[in-house]
């Protein structure tokens, strides 16, 4: 079975901090996907990777920043958290040739206060 | 700008029954069309695939196209409690270029599925 494992099922950041959302997957998928859900908004996709170091910017990227320094391995970035950014944070991956099957890990549900 | 839309329900119908699903799109140029089911709590999960006008048929699920209209939907058959779920229409804008690319999701139909 594939696995995508997130870091954190539930996080509470300050304001202004740094935040780090990691996300691992084991079935050697090239694409990683971060998505973030919000009732009434659905799921919106922040930013993707389809290679190490390779990055694109979803629909929402503002505020976003992500890191592929290894294959299994997706980070999403908060810069400077804002209560904005409170929300259900979720992580995909996918195989090249069934990229839209995206296999999504947990969820990790982030509280800005 | 691209949009993907959905009724939010909840869509309530009795076991046995078949649940209708609908979402319509706003771009005409959109190739690819994916239903994902995401229970209460958990991830989305891909239940079905249809890119050609029509009808595409799995076990109990039957996926609807109509480019023309701009519309996909999802036909339950035979619904089941178990059934009941939040259903995500998803929309590729574009050619598949064979890498990554970019799916717009619908908001979600939550269906309710009534003993």
């Known amino acids: 079975d594939v696995k995508v494992t997130q870091s954190s099922r539930y996080l509470v950041k300050r304001t202004g901090e740094k935040v780090f959302l990691e996300c691992v997957q084991d079935?050697?998928?090239?694409?990683m996907f971060w998505y973030r859900q919000d009732p009434g908004l659905g799921l919106r996709l922040i930013y993707f990777s389809y290679d190490v170091k390779m990055k694109e910017k979803g629909d929402i990227p503002e505020g976003y920043s992500v890191s592929r320094e290894k294959k299994e391995r997706f980070s999403l970035i908060l810069e400077s958290a804002s209560t904005n950014q409170t929300s259900m944070y979720l992580c995909?991956?996918?195989?090249?040739?069934?990229?839209?099957?995206?296999?999504f890990g947990q969820g990790t549900r982030l509280t800005v206060v | 700008q691209k949009e993907v839309e959905q009724n939010s329900g909840p869509l309530s119908v009795p076991e046995g029954a078949i649940a209708s699903l609908n979402c319509t799109y706003s771009d005409r140029g959109s190739q690819s069309f994916f239903w994902y089911r995401q229970y209460s709590g958990k991830s989305p999960e891909l239940i079905m695939s249809?890119?050609?006008?029509g009808d595409k048929e799995d076990g109990r699920f039957t996926a609807q196209l109509n480019k023309a209209s701009q519309y996909v939907s999802l036909l339950i058959r035979d619904s089941q409690p178990s059934d009941s779920a939040t259903y995500l229409c998803?929309?590729?804008?574009?050619?598949?270029?064979?890498?990554?690319?970019?799916?717009?999701f619908g908001t979600g139909t939550r269906l309710q599925v009534t003993l």
């Open positions: 995909a991956s996918s195989e090249p040739r069934r990229w839209f099957e995206a296999f």
């Open positions: 079935m050697d998928h090239e694409n």
């Open positions: 998803a929309v590729m804008w574009g050619l598949n270029t064979g890498t990554a690319s970019k799916l717009t």
């Open positions: 249809i890119y050609s006008n």
